[in-house]
């Protein structure tokens, strides 16, 4: 007898790096989306949206993470031989659209974007391939009025999107005092770029693997902690010790002696000299009120390669037991005068920041009092299948007082909706069937009441002296007595 052939059947499983959300946390994420979204508004940006894929060409090889397939992008070929890329950032879309409709936008260009970005990159814990990022840049103003706007804007963002202020810090540092180092280092040549690059991903670690990790990273190479080597960029002991001295030359608290020693280490240099002076004017025209959260931090670096100017990291800063414990970067941005000019030729002037919202959700989880759950609906039992029409119209009533309803739809077994009701974690069902119909009235079954007393009540005597977990009221009372329900529920909780 001959065997049958085994059918296949895939593993259902979500690929590494792309998580699927449910729920609160999602919920948490458009609710934030919309407040950042309301103080970019407030500033007199527009919003704008591009597509998620972009001729390959046009995206730019700018990412740090230049060992993966495609130099970090995820890519395909279109059937007219052209490569496409999913976007890795709302910037490079920005800079070509600003290009392709120069003519006719005003400038300066003033726009706010946000949507899931995909990098083609190593997935790790808080690390994922796909996230949302929200934007907002200004394209044709030159350093640093736009650059201290922008990190006072940052700073708005950040407490709009749940962060209280002294809880974070935005750190600014600038690319041209990095120019000023690489010529200190005699790396300043058009030949030495490759390795000014590797420098700069290694100097961009240092918050996360401190001097040691930096400095493998900096010479021979580094092993983590999965066993993958990562070749390092070979400088010299001297070299090293001098981009230490770099990245370790910020004076918490103290900007104008941060900005003492930078001119100590790079302020001969004409490239350094004229970065210092640009970090000087972004703490000055800072407001009074906006200066403690806005701070001179040398070893911010940001991995993207298209960055002229200033760059901004926004940090958590939570304090349990009284001990800072930094989680790192919850978003950037910076100043990228040449991306423009990729398609025009000349040079246009361009600051932004992006707000890593996947990130900023994540670290409001450590705080219990983060968002709140996702309010669970109401359930409209439909007992008979002819009804339907009348089932919906009671959750339809619900929904018009502003609850959430729904009307089950699986079938009119009532223990199974009972069940589904109680899986949904609803609050509270509707019941109408034939006899509550005749006598112009609904069920209302208090979900949450009825577990507490199956677990507290032992004997059925017990259960009909107790308070009753569902009650009969006119088919006109509908609304008001499920939220006399529901407000029971939260006053108990408060």
């Known amino acids: 007898m001959a065997k049958s052939k085994k059918e296949f059947r895939p593993k259902a499983r979500a690929p590494r790096g792309f998580p699927d959300r449910f729920g609160a946390g999602l919920k948490a994420e458009r609710e934030m989306l919309a407040r950042i979204s309301d103080v970019y508004e407030s500033y007199g940006f527009d919003p704008l949206e591009t597509s998620a894929f972009e ?40 800079a070509r659209y600003v290009a392709e409709h120069y003519d006719a936008l005003p400038k300066p260009f003033r726009r706010y974007a946000m949507g899931p970005v995909w990098r083609n990159e190593k997935p790790g814990p808080g690390r994922y391939r796909q996230f949302t990022q929200v934007d907002a840049d200004t394209v044709g103003a030159p350093a640093p009025h736009a650059d201290a706007e922008m990190c006072v804007l940052f700073a708005e963002v950040i407490e709009a999107a749940g962060i209280p202020p002294g809880d974070f810090v935005i750190r600014v540092s600038n690319r041209k005092i990095v120019d000023g180092l690489f010529e200190r280092l005699g790396l300043a ?6 390795r000014r690059l590797n420098v700069m991903r290694s100097m961009d670690k240092f918050d996360r693997l401190g001097e040691e990790g930096v400095r493998l990273l900096l010479g021979p190479g580094r092993k983590d902690d999965s066993g993958d080597f990562t070749e390092g960029a070979r400088l010299g002991n001297r070299e090293i010790d001098a981009v230490i001295a770099f990245l370790a030359s910020t004076v918490s608290g103290d900007d104008a002696a941060t900005l003492g020693r930078l001119g100590a280490i790079v302020g001969d240099s004409p490239a350094g000299a004229a970065g210092i002076a640009e970090l000087e004017a972004i703490i000055r025209q800072a407001p009074e009120e906006r200066r403690s959260s806005i701070v001179v931090d040398c070893s911010i670096i940001r991995g993207l390669e298209y960055y002229t100017g200033p760059v901004f990291e926004a940090d958590i800063l939570w304090r349990p037991d009284e001990e800072p414990v930094r989680l790192g970067s919850v978003g950037g941005g910076g100043r990228y005068d040449g991306l423009v000019k990729r398609f025009k030729g000349v040079e246009v002037p361009a600051v932004g920041i992006s707000v890593g919202v996947s990130r900023l959700l994540a670290a409001l989880e450590f705080r219990t009092d983060a968002f709140e759950p996702l309010t669970r609906p ?60 005749a006598k112009g009235v609904v069920t209302i079954k208090d979900l949450v009441l009825g577990a507490q007393l199956s677990r507290e009540i032992e004997d059925n005597a017990e259960w009909r002296e107790a308070q009753r977990a569902q009650v009969e009221v006119a088919r006109c009372d509908l609304v008001a007595e499920t939220m006399n329900v529901l407000d029971r529920h939260k006053s108990r909780r408060g």
């Open 55 to 94: 001729y390959t060409d046009a995206l730019g090889k700018f990412l740090p993470d230049v060992d993966r397939p495609n130099e970090g992008v995820f890519s395909l070929q279109d059937d007219d031989g052209q490569w496409m890329s999913l976007r890795y950032d709302l910037t490079a879309p920005l």
């Open 189 to 194: 040549a058009e030949e030495d770029a490759g």
């Open 378 to 437: 109401v359930v409209v039992l439909a007992l008979e299948n002819d009804r339907m029409p009348e089932y919906q119209a009671l959750a339809a009533e619900l929904r018009a007082a502003g609850l959430r309803a729904e009307v089950y739809l699986g079938g009119a077994n009532f223990a199974k909706q009972l069940k589904y009701a109680d899986k949904r974690n609803a609050p509270v069902a509707v019941i109408q069937g034939e006899d509550e119909r």
